[in-house]
T-cell receptor
Framework: DAGVIQSPRHEVTEMGQEVTLRCKPI?????LFWYRQTMMRGLELLIY??????IDDSGMPEDRFSAKMPNASFSNLKIQPSEPRDSAVYFC????WGTGRNSPLHFGNGTRLTVT | GQQLNQSPQSMFIQEGEDVSMNCTSS?????WLWYKQDPGEGPVLLIA?????ELTSNGRLTAQFGITRKDSFLNISASIPSDVGIYFC??????????FGTGTRLKVLA
């Protein structure tokens, strides 16, 4: 099992540019989550999907952020336009069936985003 | 809303010492998860607990699901330098998502 795969590992961009982060969840997992990690706020849940459908996007900070899951093996998170305060590590995670027994979260290695 | 409080926030210990950390919730949980995050990497699942009072080990790590269901504990025995990192607890917030504690940052002095 390859685990959750994220790309790119690092992204450096200028303010105002569009940023796209990508994620491939573990095969067979029905839930996909996007988290953001900063020193100040820790791990924050941005949005999650069930069977490719967005369920709760209340954590998405602004309209500049959007996420899609066109199929069971791919999701992307877009920031347009990006701002310096978006600098953080963005994690994708997946789970079998939400928070049930034997359904822990599995994380990717993250994308470190720096907006200058 | 639900909150998870971890303590201590950080700790320095000598190699070979035992380590204890805990996590408390403002509400009852039916699952506790413990993760470790190495620098530059994503959190990795260490131990999952599903029953009050449960004690589960993974090598030198032992975690317990508190009987009140509002707390959990993680112990590391005979710490080694590679134990350095941030340890997170997590619990369910509703049926579909997890919330995370603020983390315990562990540094091991050789």
């Amino acid at each position: 099992d390859a685990g959750v795969i994220q790309s790119p590992r690092h992204e450096v961009t200028e303010m105002g540019q569009e940023v796209t982060l990508r994620c491939k969840p573990i095969s067979g997992h029905d839930y996909l989550f996007w988290y953001r990690q900063t020193m100040m706020r820790g791990l924050e849940l941005l949005i999650y999907f069930n069977n490719n459908v967005p369920i709760d996007d209340s954590g998405m900070p602004e309209d500049r952020f959007s996420a899609k899951m066109p199929n069971a093996s791919f999701s992307n998170l877009k920031i347009q336009p990006s701002e310096p305060r978006d600098s953080a590590v963005y994690f994708c995670a997946s789970s079998l069936w939400g928070t049930g027994r034997n359904s822990p979260l599995h994380f990717g290695n993250g994308t470190r985003l720096t907006v200058t | 809303g639900q909150q998870l409080n971890q303590s201590p926030q950080s700790m320095f210990i000598q190699e070979g010492e035992d380590v204890s950390m805990n996590c408390t919730s403002s509400s009852i949980f039916n699952t506790w998860l413990w993760y470790k995050q190495d620098p530059g990497e994503g959190p990795v699942l260490l131990i999952a607990l599903y029953k009050a009072g449960e004690l589960t080990s993974n090598g030198r790590l032992t975690a317990q699901f508190g009987i009140t269901r509002k707390d959990s504990f993680l112990n590391i025995s005979a710490s080694i330098p590679s134990d350095v990192g941030i340890y997170f607890c997590a619990g369910p917030s509703g049926t579909y998502k997890y919330i995370f504690g603020t983390g315990t940052r562990l540094k091991v002095l050789a």
